[in-house]
């Protein structure tokens, strides 16, 4: 049975909060963090990108799942801010594991979905006994225009996922919902993306994760009472309550994976950080509901089931990692960023 | 001049609609007033329709034979025009579908108004709404409708002691009012607490003062009254169209305190209905913000001036008033496609009066009355209907 053989995650240290940015921008931080549901984001030092995030995320799945890097046949990296246009993050990463050199790898663009797309193919080439293990990495430094709403949400974190078969989590399904819907889109050359407002909820996250998720459950013959747990991709703090209410599901069941109130949007890492955070705490036999969102748009639902073999994997503690925290202000904030040269 | 009468209507739901197109919206609407008029393409003689800025929004001008293609009337050439005023441009088309008909020169005339403004993001919007205000001397020094309104709003205070409560009842009594409506957009109640705690958006404008962004199209159907019985049984005639302008701005306004194209206008739809105040039954104003229902009520001639708030906030221009104001949820609740709003409010007033309002219905409505206002008081309408 395809598996989950190893998670691993990583948040960077550095903290931002509401109160800092508003505070430039003359915004109101209450109607803020209320309207957005989010306090503070995560930000990277200025070493830290895209390739650094995704390494170490490999790095701890590696430790955790004491598997032989060199088994590893597949290395996907899904992001929006991959270091470069042309050239893979994914082989920086191999090399970084020790997966090298047999093996395929490329990078994915799927908006905030490109890890889970590199997830799904990752199952399929295990399925197809192509690979022992495939490895599928969600990662993003996110970029968002200074003064744009984006700003209070776009942060930096990432997630590895080890597929493989017999392991701590089976995946018993996926099955993805997409259409051409630009709510969200950067051109190649630009440096911040741009969005479509309102248009980026009810046309954009709302109808392609309820499709997703409605259809997985249809598929599985389940309903939202079946699972102990539900993650679904984190714009905000808002977005992802807001749909598993649409869907049925209840606090106790998504409250665990909903990190973007205190670590903001980690794009390509959202949803994978949240079920990361999910496996910390699952026991065998939970049942996860697992939804990712990427603009442009689409969904990818995964139907997970955590067997006996969790209990004996050192998990990640995802939450008790982005509690050590540092707060920056806004200078050094742009100043990690880049943006100040 | 003959009577005219309304022998159908036709909207889309007003809201964000993002699944529909300018042209879809227009098709719809269309459809759905010839359907409910019994007519066919053939029998139509005129066309007109409002709309604000399909420029500024779709980017998409000559949009009367557009409205042509989308319901396949191509074949029959008959007359099609694009009305503007800002947001009057519904209630100048209907005026002209029904001078035309009045003068004996086009017999059945569709009128109807569409709006798309959910292609642009807010601030695109923002900026074409702004195009309904003098952009050289008030957009450009960094005006928005919002505060224009919010000045009107804050001398209103100043010099009534209006309050932002009473300014909120308005809101609260036509959401009331909207969550009846199933066309709304918005059919959620709110109380004055809502309405105060909402973003200060120009103050002393909140948020939930200002009447929202909206997709959505409306159309009527006119014929002269002597044949309007081959058509309906639940006749509505005009008993009045009247239309007024003023300056484009607000700083050359003859007083801030009142819109004078509304006391203008009501008065001459009065006069060519041989009618008071008090002979109406329900009204439709144009409430683009609260402040706006407010100077509407006492400068139509239903409030003394200065005391619309305190008219509202008791509940007298409750759905069971005295005197019903906005039954279909007004601008602020319903939603306000710019060019579609004027066509609507006639729609709501023809439904009133054929009994077919449901929740909303005011008892024996007979003598109905719609203001639509373009910008901050450039241009104004105000139609008298009566059920018969």
Redesign the interface.
Known sequence: MVSIVGYGAYVPRYRIKVEEIAKIWGD?AE?ISSGLGIFEKSVPFMDEDTATIAVEAARRAIKSSDIDASEVGAIYVGSESHPYAVKPTSTIVAEAIGATPYLTAADYEFACKAGTAGLQNCIGLVKANMIKYGMAIGADVAQAAPGDALEYTAAAGGAAYIVGNEGIADINYTISFATDTPDFWRREGQPYPKH????TG??AYYKHITNAAKMLMEKMGTKPEDYDYAVFHQPNGKFPVRVARMLGFKKEQYEQGLLCPIIGNTYSGSMLVGLAATLDIAKPGDRIIAVSFGSGAGSDAFDITVTDRIESYPRQNVREMISHKKYVDYGTYMKFKGELK | MREVAVIGVGMTKFGEIWDKSFRDLVAEAGMKAIMDAGIEGKDIDAMYIGGMSSGGFVEQEHVAPLAIEVAGLEEFHIPATRVEGACASGGIAVRHGYMAVASGIHDIVIVGGAEKMTDVVGTEATNVLASAADREWEAFFGMTFPGLYALMARYHMHKYGTTPEQLASVAVKNHYNGSMNPNAQYKRRITVDDVLSSPMVADPLHLLDCSPITDGAAAIVLAPLDIAKEYTDKIVKFRASAQASDTISLFNRSRFDALPVTIHAGERAFKQAGLTPKDIDLVEVHDCFTIAEIMAIEDLGFFKKGEGGKATEEGLTAIDGELPVNTSGGLKSKGHPVGATGVAQVIEVTLQLRGEAGERQVKDARIGMTHNVGGSGGTAVVNILEGI
Request: net charge neutral; proline share 12%; aromatic share 12%.
């Open positions: 109101k109607s479509g407002e309102r248009f009810e046309p």
